[in-house]
T-cell receptor, first 115, second 112 residues
Framework: GAVVSQHPSWVICKSGTSVKIECRSLDFQATTMFWYRQFPKQSLMLMAT?????????EQGVEKDKFLINHASLTLSTLTVTSAHPEDSSFYIC???????????FGPGTRLLVL | DAKTTQPPSMDCAEGRAANLPCNHS???????VYWYRQIHSQGPQYIIHGLKNNETNEMASLIITEDRKSSTLILPHATLRDTAVYYCIVRGAQGGSEKLVFGKGTKLTVNP
């Protein structure tokens, strides 16, 4: 199957700082990528849909000014958590569907801990 | 909201078949059934998907009832590495760019 990577795999930061998470499709191009968040013992919750060359689409209740998404190329989407607070601590996962397939492939996730 | 209902947990003995049920009584004619699994602290892994015919690949088999209101994922010979949360997801036929909505899934524990 197709491979999606994320960087970093984990990050610890101080409250008030910003953190950038990268999502890359390694062997295919993706015009669309998705960002999910998962709290402990809960399911994945879709945060936003990242579209190459245009603005991201955010799910209801997700602050677009806090979670900045940039999809600058067909293989890279970034999620920036601005002014992070302890309640933003979570497992962030991206996914990408190859344009020629019906299946989405997920990255390994990024664990964020805000102190 | 998720369009599927799954039991919260199941147990299976190593080497035996694991049969994971999923109810999707409101599925539309053009919607697919997808199965993913998530091993602890990892991203979800695609397993299989189908529309109305039964499907089989190297990982599992998917059995969809004739009325398409339910399905069963079968892991023919479960191993300890199959311990994970399994998600059954109904999604439209708009290709991979349509978002996936995750329910709570079934936590499968394979016991030695």
């Amino acid at each position: 199957g197709a491979v999606v990577s994320q960087h970093p795999s984990w990050v610890i930061c101080k409250s008030g700082t910003s953190v950038k998470i990268e999502c890359r499709s390694l062997d295919f191009q993706a015009t669309t990528m998705f960002w999910y968040r998962q709290f402990p013992k809960q399911s994945l919750m879709l945060m936003a849909t990242s579209n190459e060359g245009s603005k991201a689409t955010y799910e209801q209740g997700v602050e677009k000014d806090k979670f900045l998404i940039n999809h600058a190329s067909l293989t890279l989407s970034t999620l920036t958590v601005t002014s992070a607070h302890p309640e933003d601590s979570s497992f962030y996962i991206c996914s990408a569907p190859p344009t020629t397939q019906e299946t989405q492939y997920f990255g390994p996730g990024t664990r964020l801990l805000v102190l | 909201d998720a369009k599927t209902t799954q039991p919260p947990s199941m147990d299976c003995a190593e080497g035996r078949a694991a049969n994971l049920p999923c109810n999707h009584s409101t599925i539309s004619g053009n919607e697919y059934v997808y199965w993913y699994r998530q091993i602890h602290s990892q991203g979800p892994q695609y397993i299989i998907h189908g529309l109305k015919n039964n499907e089989t690949n190297e990982m599992a088999s998917l059995i969809i009832t004739e009325d398409r209101k339910s399905s069963t994922l079968i892991l023919p010979h479960a191993t300890l590495r199959d311990t994970a949360v399994y998600y059954c997801i109904v999604r439209g036929a708009q290709g991979g760019s349509e978002k996936l909505v995750f329910g709570k899934g079934t936590k499968l524990t394979v016991n030695p």
